[in-house]
């Protein structure tokens, strides 16, 4: 009996020892199978996230390179870097810029794109990065029927000659182009002022700064514009009506605009192409948006023209933005810190 006993626990133990082995060597396949995989599981995590990692960084630098309107930079490293050297101009260069930044408590500065559309770049992209509103006199009507009521109701079927920037004339396809140029403005303009968030907004400028397709929408909007209000104005001269600008008979004293017609083919035309706004356009700019343009001319530097207000007449209640020039050509945006 004891005999009976005895192989039956020996038999026991040997079939427990033989499961154990099998259970120890799946266990130890399935654990070998889990360590594989977690390790390709991990390999794949690190190549996902270097993958993910530098397609952000490839759109990061596209985005800046397509940027019409650079990051911020230290002021005082810009001036030294743009201006190296004894020479009398670059010593005068530094010298106001370090007073931009020891008075003015400038301290950064974003750079424009140098092109013909740099002033109203610099302008436009501070009124919807502050979250400007629309000037008070675009409020009251639809700006989007300005090309119509000009054509039809006004009679000036010379807009056809209008020159879209570098795409100088289009002909019968002027106003069309217009139109889309408006609501262009319109669109953005009203979605960018309604967004609260600073950072957002922000985004959103980057956004529409890096297409140029869309923000020469904006500047021939803008120019339109212009054309629009300096036609209303020369109306109102010739039928001796309400009291007009001084900047519009300052602009009409001009051989070069001394009418509608000889404004838009002398000036507007061209800019974005060959030339800049001048100092009386830049005026009418900052009266037709109601803004307060201070600028900041460092080549006027320790002279009374070293800062000018645009227009120099100009109502409290209408927002300031500011801009600095090296030449009355190119325009950057300074950025202030206290």
Partial sequence: GRHEVWSWKTASKESLCLMWQKVKV?????????TTLFWYCRRLYSFLAQLLKRWSNYLQRQLIRNLSV???VDL?????????????????????????????????????RRDNYSVVRAVLFQIFSQGIPFPSWMKERDILKLPEKLLYSQGCNWIQQYGFGPERYTGPNAFGKLRKCMEALKTNWAEISATRDHEERGSMCNTL?????????LY???????????????????SRGKPVHNLFSLLF??????????????????IGDSICLDQVELFLLGYLLEVKIRVYRLHRFNTEEFLVNYPDEYRREWNEISLLTEDDRYYHI???RT
């Avoid at 799946?26 to 889990?34: A, E, G």
């Avoid at 021939?220 to 010739?238: D, G």
């Avoid at 004293?253 to 061209?270: C, E, I, K, T, V």
């Fill in 26 to 34: 799946q266990l130890m396949l399935s654990m070998s199978f889990l």
């Fill in 70 to 72: 650079l990051p911020e």
């Fill in 220 to 238: 021939e909007a803008i120019k339109f514009v212009m054309l629009y209000e300096v036609v209303e104005a020369y109306e109102q001269i010739k």
């Fill in 253 to 270: 004293a001009r051989d070069s605009s001394s009418d509608p017609l000889s404004f838009m083919m002398n000036h507007l035309n061209s």
């Fill in 334 to 336: 300074p950025l202030f």
């Fill in 209 to 217: 700064f890096s297409d140029e397709s869309k923000e020469y929408k």
């Fill in 76 to 112: 005082l490293g810009y001036s030294a870097r743009e201006w190296k050297g004894e020479t009398k101009q670059a010593k005068q260069m530094r010298q106001a810029y370090e007073e931009l930044f020891r008075s003015c408590h400038i301290k950064y500065l974003r750079q424009v």
